[in-house]
């Protein structure tokens, strides 16, 4: 049953940049890469995901990672964190001075086999290696991708996925995202995977992270809000996707989620109107309309003045009263 959430602090985390970004097929270049994300810091978002440290062969659409890290200024309060898929992608990221490595591998094997070039046991292989090499450097979150379905493999259940978090954890890492790749997952699915996971690891810091490819994004986020989520990931403009799943699309669009929490009586500690800024900016830089609603529709405390034949209708109204 959904309650008015009375001031509840809920943490924001864009990843336009990189889950955003690396699906377009025009390169944005490094400076406006470097905007954007200087946009973001300035609209009280706790995380952002700047780009990844991949293969430029993979991704070449983020193959400025280093450029755009240093170019940017960090604000106090906002992690700033970068997607990496192995031990050398970490690597570049420490030099860079990354507060958060999102090391990522797939619940399902066939989708980190087209993914990552690898075995879901090497990625966990290369996990504790970097766990190693962050220690005292960076934090590193785990990004399970699939976790709720997979486009090879189909509908992933609880019991499915719960044997890699416990694997994931026991290498020590600490925060986890519970990622649905191409938008499979349904709200009651979603309620259940995170509800499991939170009450088998409580100290784990998890996040959700949605993906619209089936209009079930915000569904979902109310439904990880119900087993106790507190942390999501969202896009910019809803943009994003992997490159290697069949069928992806958007993640959940961060304005449209912040207006929908806000309207709720959550505490985002985002400053709405600098948000939808941001995502006005997008559309110029990526050469297309986006899948956001709020820009469109604007907040729902916009007002818009009564036509005026329903003004004299009103005055007539009140003339006979
Ligand atoms: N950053 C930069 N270059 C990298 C790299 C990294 N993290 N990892 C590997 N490379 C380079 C190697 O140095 C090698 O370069 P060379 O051809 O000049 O010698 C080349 O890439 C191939 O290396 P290899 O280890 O064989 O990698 P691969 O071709 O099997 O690719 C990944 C494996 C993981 C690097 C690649 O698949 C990848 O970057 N995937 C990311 C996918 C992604 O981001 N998906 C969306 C987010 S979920
Ligand atoms: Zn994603």
Known sequence: MLRAAGGKRLFIHDVAPRDGLQIEPVFVDTARKIALVDALSRTGLAKIEVTSFTSPKAIPALADAADVMAGIQRAPGVEYA???????????ALACRVDELNVVM??????NRANLRMSREQSLSQFADIVGLARGAAAVNASLSTAFGCPFEGRFETDRVLPWVDRIAALGIRRLTLCDTTGMADPAQAQQLCAAVRERHPHLV???HFHDTRGMALANVLAALEAGIERFDASLGGLGGCPFAPGASGNA????????????????????????DCARSLAP???????????KAGPSSRRYPLPVAATAQVAGVGACA
């Open 82 to 92: 970068a997607l990496v898929p192995n031990v050398k992608g970490a690597e570049r």
């Open 206 to 208: 998890l996040t959700a």
């Open 106 to 111: 797939s619940a399902s094997e066939s989708h």
């Open 285 to 295: 830089l990526v050469g297309h309309e986006l899948a956001g609603q709020l820009v």
């Open 253 to 276: 669009c961060t304005e449209d989620m912040v207006h929908m929490l806000q309207q709720m009586g959550y505490d985002t500690g985002v400053d709405l109107p600098a948000l939808l």
